[in-house]
C-alpha cells in the first residue's frame, strides 16, 4: 500500500496512440493517476467526465491527468472520442503497473470475492512523491471531485 511521502512507482505506459508515456516526463508537476476496471462501462465513463469537467481548473493549477485501464489502444481511442476526453488513457495489459500502485488484487463484486482492477487514484506530487493515495474509490461520479478538492487544498 502507497501512503503519503513514499517514492511514486517508475513507469512507462502505451498511450492511445502508441506513444509511451513514463512518469519520468512529468517530473516537477502535480500528476493524478487513476485506475480504472474498464473503457465505456458506466462507473468509469462517471469518472472519466468527471475529470474531463474538472479539466480546466486542474490544468490552471498544473496537474496532469493520466487514465490506466488494462484496455488496448483501440478501446481508449474509441472511449476518449466518445467522450472528450482531454488526457491521456493509458494501456496496462499485464497489470504490471496496477499492481505497484496497489490497483490490482482481490475485491468485493456482486457479493463474489474476485481478482481485478481496483478503482483508485495517487496523486503524485512535483517530487515524484505520494501526495495522496485514494486506495478504493467509492463513488466513481464523485471521485473526481474530491481529487480537484484535495489539489486545490495542496
Known amino acids: 500500500m502507497l501512503e503519503p511521502g513514499d517514492e511514486a512507482p517508475p513507469f512507462t505506459l502505451s498511450d492511445a496512440a502508441g506513444r509511451e508515456v513514463s512518469l519520468e516526463e512529468f517530473a516537477g508537476r502535480d500528476v493524478v493517476l487513476y485506475f ?38 483501440d478501446t481508449h481511442r474509441r472511449f476518449a472520442a466518445k467522450y472528450r476526453l482531454p488526457f491521456p488513457l493509458l494501456s496496462d495489459p499485464d497489470h504490471g503497473v496496477m499492481r505497484a500502485y496497489g490497483a490490482y488484487g482481490k475485491k468485493v463484486m456482486y457479493g463474489k470475492t474476485v481478482t481485478g482492477v481496483i478503482r483508485s487514484t495517487v496523486w503524485i506530487g512535483p517530487d ?4 495522496r493515495h485514494w486506495a478504493r474509490v467509492a463513488s466513481a461520479a464523485a471521485h473526481p471531485g474530491k481529487v480537484l478538492e484535495a489539489v486545490r487544498g495542496g
Not at 473503457?39 to 486542474?58: H, I, M, Q, S
Open 36 to 73: 480504472y476496471p474498464r473503457d465505456d462501462t458506466p462507473g468509469c465513463t462517471k469518472e472519466a467526465c468527471g475529470f474531463r469537467d474538472a479539466w480546466d481548473e486542474l490544468q490552471s493549477l498544473g496537474v496532469v491527468v493520466l487514465g490506466v485501464s488494462a484496455d488496448g489502444p
Open 128 to 131: 515524484g512523491r505520494v501526495r
